[in-house]
């Protein structure tokens, strides 16, 4: 009789050692599974022209950037933020003859202004891919003088609700766009469009570091969580009886 509860208690003894086991694997998965992200463009710096101290597409490539994160510029009403998905655009520096469905203005500069204003913006990255920013004021002046760089967008965790649209969900078989590589993607923010979420500090290091792991690992890992939480709460009932 004795023997048969040492024996019971051995081995509930080592189901629970194997549950924490498992609980401290799953700790360390977590930590692939990356929030969507804010970075200040230039970081402390700022967006601004003339500025021997910081090169934008060195900052740019330095971080990985994904669908859901946001660029924060933080500049003033002397200069402008473009976007845009035409590299033509781009190295021309001029988005007057740009569409809008592959370009758009996130802060138009005033030249004539008496008074000079920060401004901030919020641009949120919407679809996958190359994208572009730039200042075109001054006929192009600020963007040749070094305001403009190039990212790439993964698809990280995917967009999140709270920035999908009609728009930008897949289109029909029968679609001129369907399969097709070479048509551009509108810029459209939602109607539900509001400030970053997931907020963290910009002044942060830490919160601006590289990101690990490419979109379709991220999404695995976050499948995989979901099957092993049921499995670590089936596991832990057994252990109870």
Known sequence: MEQRKYYYSSSRSSCMLLLHLLLLLLCFLSGFIEAYKNYTVGDSLGWFDNNPTVNYQKWADSK???LGDFLIFNTDNNHSVVQTYNFTTYKLCDYDDALDSDTKLWSAANPSNTETIAVSVAVPLLKEGSTYFFS???DGDQCNDGQQFKINVTHG???PESLKSPSQQSPAPNSADYNNDES?????VPTNFNNPHEDKDDNDDDDNDVKKQSGSVSLFVNSWCRKFYGFMILLGIICIF
């Open 64 to 66: 990985t950037f994904s």
């Open 157 to 159: 965790k995917g967009l």
């Open 184 to 188: 551009a993607p509108d810029i459209v």
């Open 136 to 138: 075109s004021d001054y």
